[in-house]
């Protein structure tokens, strides 16, 4: 279980996070969903150790987190593969806290989830932008953490790639079980993949929604409530962004947006609700 | 026997330099202390020519095959150290982050991530470093003393024989051309595809 308690970030003076508090259950798939800028990603690498909060706490098992562990892997953008590496090699490179290194076996198996078998002695440059991301994903997973962290993994990657990686995705997390996070700003992405979707605002960045989807996985994008649901988060966030240009502050903000939502919420019969409002 | 006389200075000098630059070179990437007190005076040695040295070779190693070594030496150290200075700092910092989350840190993140990275830069310090080895040794023979491509020329110009004193200098731009070509541009252009920086995906 991971737990985030007033977790706020500042660069230099500017308050780029506020007072995150959050928890995540063991095995859920949670989507950080916001406008660039919202500090989701810099959240995500608090989470990951990799960046430091400013104030407050991330623990883990009641273990508090100050600097990156094997337990939770990062996936990034731009995949971070080593170019000097093989597929196979990339995704064996990982190096376990007892010193062990990734057996052949776990390498092989891994290999064969993501499909990439017959390109295993191929460099990085050889391949496509959705075959490094796989291999980034199976490199991760070869660690086997406890948690996954993804940062925008397939933002990079063209619409076909990407649904083809979703449903990968989706089956990958429902054979390892594995708790994952999932930074994007694509809505339809995080709706479809989820159990959770926060949704983060601007300025100073902070979780505005705590949306729950228990639509059965595997799902697909054609699915009619997730469209739906889809089309609400974009209201809100619509209405997050017209904010912050305008530079004013809204009113009544909790009713305000109760009432985007109740619609579609009763309609949906889903559980939605709400945290953090401003 | 001139030539070979002059290619074991070179390749003494060169290996020196080169070992002793990527050394220097990473530990001046590595701690920014030691880049921040010898990084200016390497960049000012960079700029004097490597023979205005022999003279105090000279007086250090005596007259002798050590002194052209040591202008050999001096010619591609000072490229090859900011040229690997460049390198270490020039690593993606993602690929040390995901190194560090793969569980890696210090010495084996150095040598598994951090040094790999930096190899692309390294070879083309190199490559660089043998043209200045090169010609430094020349400088170095045409002035110094011993048997060796320089000699010749030298001897060349006090016989007013320019036939003998060009060849010398056919010799010498071919040998560099053909070393540069044949061995070094393909070491370069293999590490470069490798590392994926010729061509991108298909």
Known sequence: MLELNKVTKYYKNEKVLDEITMTIKEGEFVSLLGPSGCGKSTLVHIISGLNQASDGEVSMDGRKITRPSTDRIMVFQSNGLFPWLTVEQNVAFGKKDNGNKISKDEVKKLLKMIRLTSYRHKYPHQLSGGMKQRVSIARSLAMDPQLLLMDEPFSALDEQTKNELHDELQKIWMETGKTIIFVTHNIREAVKLSDRVLVMGNDPGRIICDVRISEPHPRSHADQNLVALESSILRLLEKEIRKQKEGEELHGTLDEKKSIFNGSITSLARTLFYKNMA | ?202
Not at chain 2, 48 to 76: D, H, Q, Y
Not at chain 2, 123 to 129: K, L, Q, Y
Not at chain 2, 134 to 143: T, Y
Not at chain 2, 168 to 176: D, E, L, Q
């Open chain 2, 1 to 202: 026997m001139a030539m070979l006389n002059s290619f074991r200075r070179l390749l003494i000098g060169f290996g020196i330099a080169i070992t002793l630059g990527v050394f220097i070179g990473v530990l001046m990437g590595r701690f920014k202390s030691i880049d921040e007190t010898f990084g200016g005076l390497i960049l000012s040695l960079q700029s004097v020519p490597s023979v205005v040295w022999l003279p105090l070779a000279l007086l250090w190693f005596s007259m002798g095959e050590s002194a052209m070594i040591f202008v050999v030496v001096i010619g591609g150290l000072w490229n090859m150290i900011m040229s690997t200075t460049a390198g270490i700092k020039g690593v993606d910092p993602l690929l040390i982050q995901s190194g560090i989350n793969l569980g890696y840190t210090g010495f084996s993140l150095f040598r598994k991530v951090i040094l790999p990275a930096a190899v692309p830069h390294i070879i083309t310090g190199v490559r660089m470093a043998w043209a200045f080895c090169w010609r430094a040794l020349m400088a170095a023979e045409i002035i110094g003393t011993g048997q060796g491509l320089g000699q010749v020329l030298m001897w060349g110009r006090d016989m007013g024989n320019m036939s003998t004193v060009l060849a010398v200098m056919f010799i010498i731009a071919g040998t560099g051309i053909i070393s540069d070509g044949i061995v070094f541009k393909k070491i370069e252009k293999e590490v470069y595809r490798r590392w994926g920086l010729l061509e991108t995906a298909f």
